[in-house]
């Protein structure tokens, strides 16, 4: 559905059930009867790291889709979705991200669980969420710090409604976080200005990384769209060889959840032509590092996605990242 989303949309509309029931004077006795640590679903990782940095031991959180999984293709399966309905409180992306999981998704939010979209917030403003050419949302939010930041701020006043009894410890540890987000930013606003102006061009295997894009300056180009069950034509891939001789672009980049097929292809293309590309590394788009990793954390996952881009590029970045930590 063009800009619209009908998942959205219907999440939204049953999770208002939820919202009416906190209205009534017995939610706040509701809240108190919780068993601690209560159960938080999440349908993907970064999502799943900012839930466990907002609420602490108060929470078991659990992410649905993990490392190196495709969450535009992944179907849910029955274990998935037994663990969606036994958690007390779920958080989803929304803008379409988890089409193949939204009938799961409705049905909790129907069963009166609070079910929250942690990009509610942005879609307030409609400058900010990015569209691709057919105007469908890209729901890579994640890639921009600034915007992560706000769906923290959902995600600790969702936690705060739903356990009111531990809303200072919430509020706290929201505005803990957030302020490490913004060393994340600045850091890659930083960075990002050393690559030479003619090697800012991120070239990647789908359009994932268009908000870090226009966070940080780049010109991003993706041989598949916003969604990877598009396809690339041999057409995109001729256009995308073109473009990196033309330009003398140094680097392409790989993802960790997407086939590399595609990307490989540009690099033979552009030898075939006598320009030398290299693979200047594996980026995390649709999903984390592996779990217990740097990597497999959000800020872990953005710190190394920054730092590969700005080396590769011929910019200027320490080897192991923003905070010291980076997997070599």
Known sequence: MKRSSFLF??????????????EKPDAQNEAA??????????????????????????AQVT?????????????????????????????????????????????????GKPVVAVTER????????????????????????GGWSKATEVITEALVKFDPANADSYKKRGT??????????????KVCATIPKKRRVLVTAHDAFNYMGRAYDLEVRGIQGVS????AGLKDINDLVNFLVDNQIPAVFVES?????????????????????????????????????????????????????VRALGGEAPEKGLNGKLSK
């Not at 969450?71 to 409180?89: C, E, R």
């Not at 990015?130 to 939010?141: I, Q």
């Open 9 to 22: 949309t219907s999440i939204a509309a049953a999770a208002s059930l939820f919202t009416a029931s906190c």
């Open 33 to 58: 009867k919780l068993n601690y640590p209560y159960k938080a679903g999440a349908t993907v990782a970064m999502i799943a790291d900012v839930v466990k940095n907002v609420a602490g031991d108060t």
């Open 63 to 111: 992410g649905i889709i993990g490392e190196g999984v495709d969450p535009h293709l992944y179907k849910p399966t029955s274990s998935d979705v037994k663990l969606l309905q036994a958690s007390d409180i779920v958080f989803y992306n929304g803008l379409n991200l988890e089409g193949k999981m939204g009938d799961v998704l409705v049905r909790v939010a129907t069963a």
């Open 122 to 145: 942005l879609l307030q403003d409609p400058s900010y969420v990015m569209t691709d050419k057919a105007e469908h949302y890209d729901p890579h939010v994640w890639m921009h710090v």
């Open 176 to 189: 803990e976080y957030m302020a490490e987000l913004k060393k994340l930013d600045d850091y890659g606003i």
């Open 228 to 231: 990877t069950e598009s396809e």
């Open 257 to 309: 959840s997407v086939s590399q097929k595609n990307v490989r292809a540009l690099v033979e293309g552009a030898r075939a032509k006598g320009h030398e590309v290299k693979i200047g590394g594996e980026l995390f788009s649709d999903a984390m590092g592996k779990t217990g990793t740097y990597e497999g954390t959000y800020i872990g996952m953005l710190d190394h996605n920054i730092t590969t881009i």
